[in-house]
T-cell receptor
Framework: DQQVKQNSPSLSVQEGRISILNCDYT??????FLWYKKYPAEGPTFLIS?????DKNEDGRFTVFLNKSAKHLSLHIVPSQPGDSAVYFC????????????FGTGTSLTVIP | GAVVSQHPSWVICKSGTSVKIECRSL??????MFWYRQFPKQSLMLMAT?????????EQGVEKDKFLINHASLTLSTLTVTSAHPEDSSFYIC????????????FGQGTRLTVV
């Protein structure tokens, strides 16, 4: 049972434009969310996080939005750069489960120069 | 930032042999580490949670006798794939949290295991 879902397996965006990656979850007990970036054959790299007490967190070009009622979060990258091309995973955890993360299936972002 | 080192980064082994993968937290103590497995074009799937000084907690469907986890110290967890089969070929990744509660997790570089 996939508790975290990324319904778009791939996304292409022109350089300089905004990239929007979406993520949905089913477990209402999730209270912490993260986005990771991953290159092939490498471990994921942490990008940005958000706690359930917030609905927005911003770090440079990256902004994460959380809509708890819709169980939806999104990652906005603006402006997009060719170096942003990678697979992006959203992940969620719940305090009561011992803090392990549940990952979405990933979205492959391609930023076209 | 905190660093997690995973070794080896890739390994090829024969069917029936065992392979050990190490995961070390280099500049922090991790009471809990997590082991994930990723199949091509699929998500990271949690295999087990490794707790220092106690038995690992395995996710449903993961054979604990096949994937042996040892968390002997606050900076080292090992995953041993025993009696490896070609279907065990995959990308294995460990992660650790530096602080309890809701904080980011740091990941190792991953290990590409190929069983021939």
């Amino acid at each position: 049972d996939q508790q975290v879902k990324q319904n778009s397996p791939s996304l292409s965006v022109q350089e300089g434009r905004i990239s929007i990656l979406n993520c949905d979850y089913t477990n209402s007990m999730f209270d912490y969310f993260l986005w990771y970036k991953k290159y092939p054959a490498e471990g994921p790299t942490f990008l940005i996080s958000i706690s359930s007490i917030k609905d927005k967190n911003e770090d440079g070009r990256f902004t994460v939005f959380l809509n708890k009622s819709a169980k939806h979060l999104s990652l906005h990258i603006v402006p997009s750069q060719p170096g942003d091309s990678a697979v992006y995973f959203c992940a969620a955890s719940a305090s009561y489960t011992g803090n392990q993360f549940y990952f979405g299936t990933g979205t492959s972002l391609t930023v076209i120069p | 930032g905190a660093v997690v080192s995973q070794h080896p980064s890739w390994v090829i082994c024969k069917s029936g042999t065992s392979v050990k993968i190490e995961c070390r937290s280099l500049d922090f103590q991790a009471t809990t580490m997590f082991w994930y497995r990723q199949f091509p074009k699929q998500s990271l799937m949690l295999m087990a949670t490794s707790n220092e000084g106690s038995k690992a907690t395995y996710e449903q469907g993961v054979e604990k006798d096949k994937f042996l986890i040892n968390h002997a110290s606050l900076t080292l967890s090992t995953l041993t794939v025993t009696s490896a089969h070609p279907e065990d070929s995959s990308f294995y990744i460990c992660s650790a949290r530096a602080l309890p509660g809701n904080t980011e997790a740091f990941f190792g570089q991953g290990t590409r295991l190929t069983v021939v």
